[in-house]
């Protein structure tokens, strides 16, 4: 039996899980309140926050999968892509726990993680991961890639965005409507009442399968300023519309590209990943293609959508298997591709 310790702080999530043979046992996350009034992550008081998270987290993976620590063979942890002191908590924490009880340490990347959180079964039973290869959709706060999943440790990104990410894109033009951070949760919510043809944003026209999302911002930005400039109350009275309608725009520009990888590639097993990944009318739309063109698709639980540990340990129980362990004097990396 393989049991493994995964630990994340990456960002402003802190969180530690346990999997044992593929199979969750626990996923505990303790998010970090203390950003809000900033409307965007303070990285000093994040990693202040994780000192503070990490040990009673881990105690409570523990806990809620019924085991004691001696019984972990190894730790997982996230060594980068994020904010490098958000990152030294969890990567030094990994590094004491291995040490003190003998076992190995496995390096994990977020990015990598992400996309295998597809493979974390839900009971032995489970038999819903995808197939290799596949294409993972992977849209959050910091990333909008296309990504072609050819195993477990061999990823290709095929598209990317050039400049902002899709989660980016929710959360500055929520931002601009006033409407608190994050706001991709709120236009999502908003949107559900409105209408998604009343207003037309621009989109990108980029060659290849890379997104951009700063012309789709700088549109929305300039269109507001103009309609606020005749109706002070513009905002307040067309929020549902406007979230409709940026969200449409969103989605239409992501799913546009992903459908053309998968017809070039011919592949229908379809993946989505990330922060972004819990929007609803993303959900639809992977419905809607699955419908119209038999694509399979994956789409996490919302557990395993935001950061989460439960990913990190998944993509540490492959690593290890494989025998891929980090060196006692491994250290964080900020920035780093799949
Ligand atoms: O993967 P994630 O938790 O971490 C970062 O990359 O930071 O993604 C966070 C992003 C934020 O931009 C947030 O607004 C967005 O995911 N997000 C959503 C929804 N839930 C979270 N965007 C649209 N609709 C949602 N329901």
């Known amino acids: 039996m393989i049991t493994i310790l995964g630990i994340e702080s990456s960002c402003d999530d802190t969180s530690a899980a ?6 969750i046992c626990s996923n505990v996350i303790a998010g970090q309140a203390v950003h809000e009034r900033y409307g965007g992550v303070v990285p000093e008081l994040a990693s202040r926050a994780h000192q503070q998270n990490i040990i009673p987290v881990v105690h409570d993976a523990l806990k809620q ?12 942890f996230t060594r980068g892509p994020g904010l490098l002191g958000s990152l030294l908590v969890g990567t030094s924490f990994a590094k004491g726990f291995s040490s003190a009880l003998n076992i190995p340490l496995v390096e994990v990347n977020h990015l990598q993680a992400h996309v295998l959180a597809h493979f974390i079964k839900e009971d032995e039973q489970d038999q819903n991961q995808p197939v290799f290869p596949f ?4 849209v959050s706060g910091g990333n909008s890639q296309i990504i072609l999943v050819k195993s477990y440790d061999d990823m290709d990104i095929i ?14 033009c929520a931002k601009v409507m006033g409407l608190g951070y994050p706001g ?15 207003f037309t944003f621009s989109k990108p026209r980029i060659e290849g399968y890379d997104y951009s999302f700063s012309g789709l911002k700088t549109s929305f930005l300039y269109f507001l300023r103009d309609e606020l400039k005749k109706d002070p109350d513009f905002i307040e009275k067309n929020k549902e519309d406007l ?11 992501l799913m546009d590209k992903l459908y053309q990888a998968s017809v070039d590639l011919h592949i229908k097993e379809v993946a989505v990943a990330g922060g972004v990944s819990a929007n609803s009318g993303l959900r639809n739309a992977f419905e809607e293609y699955s419908n119209q063109y038999g694509w399979k698709i994956h789409i996490p639980k919302f557990a395993y959508t935001t950061d989460n540990a439960a990913m990190v340990a998944i993509t540490g129980y492959y690593k290890y ?18």
């Open 65 to 76: 999968a019924g085991i004691t620590k001696e019984e972990i063979t190894a730790v997982a």
């Open 159 to 172: 598209g990317k965005t050039i400049d902002d990410a899709a989660g980016e894109a929710f959360d500055k």
């Open 243 to 253: 979230c409709s309608s940026l969200q449409k725009t969103i989605i239409d520009i």
């Open 135 to 138: 294409l993972c959709l992977l």
């Open 184 to 198: 991709g949760p709120v236009v999502d919510r908003l949107a559900k009442l409105g209408n998604p043809h009343r």
């Open 18 to 23: 346990i999997i044992r043979d593929g199979v």
């Open 321 to 338: 298997l494989s025998g891929e362990f980090a060196a006692p004097d491994v250290a964080p990396y900020a920035r780093v591709s799949i």
